[in-house]
């Protein structure tokens, strides 16, 4: 398309991809073989790279990926190899002209398997560093609380996050929540968002992906200060207003909602529509290992789909600045 050039070039900033969304079939093969991990033998897709590779052709829904996105993540075991899939993030998301990015990564699955909650954020920080030192990339590191686990596991994750200082220290720098949405109660997490609000913990919330526009009006309610998809926003718009007046950022990944089958195209997915309320949204790549796409091939897919203006495209980009969790100085690097 026409625009490719001008968009590869367009100054981005990332706000929704999953680091362990980042672990490609050929690096879940090489540290399963380095760590002497054991992938399921019960299971034909890990078979082989390539059979892995084929299987995530065809993801049924959130919950049919979310199996191989923690299946998969059981190969991390040393803080190297966190700091190394964080790095190997950074340099595609700087080669697609990412200029900051806000990385989700998910403590509880790994803790369940034995590694050490400072082990985790000690690699992916590093791998943050790094990047912040060698990319000129400024980064932001977001805590997410799994909805398919008890809530108990959540609070001690939550008490351990306090006890870190790790808030204080600028390590990390928010929470928000993912996985499983339509099953578990929608405002599983209200005694931590409420907790983390008085501490004013900046907080977001994936609501809206495949669960109806409830669970955003729910996420609003428990203090998200920003939306994790939240495309089913367009089933109500009263409360489309009100995310338009309340500058509500919504982190759209539209590669992802296809694969995962919550719309048939891109063209399904409403950029237009929020265009035209006022809703301010980015566009981002999720978990681009899983989905074959990263950043730019997001913002491609979406400039295919729904032909934008330069003009619209300097809006959405600028939006993401001003929404990004950074310092007015930042922001006026980047804009
Ligand atoms: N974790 C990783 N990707 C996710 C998604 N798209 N929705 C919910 N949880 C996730
Ligand atoms: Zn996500």
Not at 82 to 95: M, S
Not at 310 to 321: D, M, Q, S, Y
């Amino acid at each position: 398309h026409p625009l490719h050039e001008f968009l590869a070039g367009l100054p981005k900033c990332e706000h929704h991809v999953h680091l362990e969304g980042c672990l490609t079939p050929e690096l879940i093969f090489q540290l399963a073989a380095r760590n002497g991990v054991t992938l399921p033998t019960d299971d034909p897709a890990f078979a082989s790279i390539e059979a892995l590779a084929d299987r995530y052709e065809r993801f049924a829904n959130l919950d049919d990926f979310l199996h191989y996105y923690f299946e998969g993540m059981a190969v991390l075991q040393s803080e190297s190899d966190f700091a190394d899939l964080a790095w190997a993030y950074f340099l595609k998301a700087h080669a697609d002209g990412v200029h900051h990015a806000e990385v989700f990564f998910d403590p509880q699955v790994h803790q369940d398997r034995g590694i050490p909650y400072e082990t985790i954020v000690a690699g992916f920080s590093e791998g943050c560093k790094r990047a912040e030192r060698e990319l000129g990339l400024s980064t932001k590191l977001i805590l997410c609380f799994l909805r398919h686990l008890p809530v108990a596991s959540a609070n001690e994750l939550y008490e351990k996050f306090l006890a870190s200082g790790d808030y204080e220290k600028g390590t990390i720098h928010g929470l928000g929540w993912s996985s499983s949405e339509v099953g578990p109660p929608k405002d599983m997490f209200r005694e931590i968002y409420a907790s983390a609000r008085e501490k004013n913990i900046r907080l977001t919330a994936h609501a809206g992906e495949e669960g109806d526009s409830t669970y955003i009006s729910t996420a609003l309610e428990l203090g998200a200060q920003r939306i994790d998809h939240g495309i089913n926003l367009i089933q109500d718009p009263e409360l489309m207003k009100r995310v338009a007046r309340e500058n509500i950022l919504l982190t759209v990944c539209p590669v992802s909602n296809v694969k995962l089958q919550c719309v048939k195209s891109v063209a399904e997915v409403p950029i237009r529509k929020f265009l035209e309320a006022g809703v301010k949204f980015s566009i981002n790549s999720d978990d681009p290992a899983y989905f074959g796409a990263y950043i730019l091939e997001n913002y491609c897919a979406v400039q295919e789909a729904h032909k934008l203006s330069v003009l619209e495209w300097r809006i959405v980009a600028e939006n993401a600045v001003q929404e990004s969790w950074i310092s007015n100085e930042r922001k006026a690097e980047l804009l």
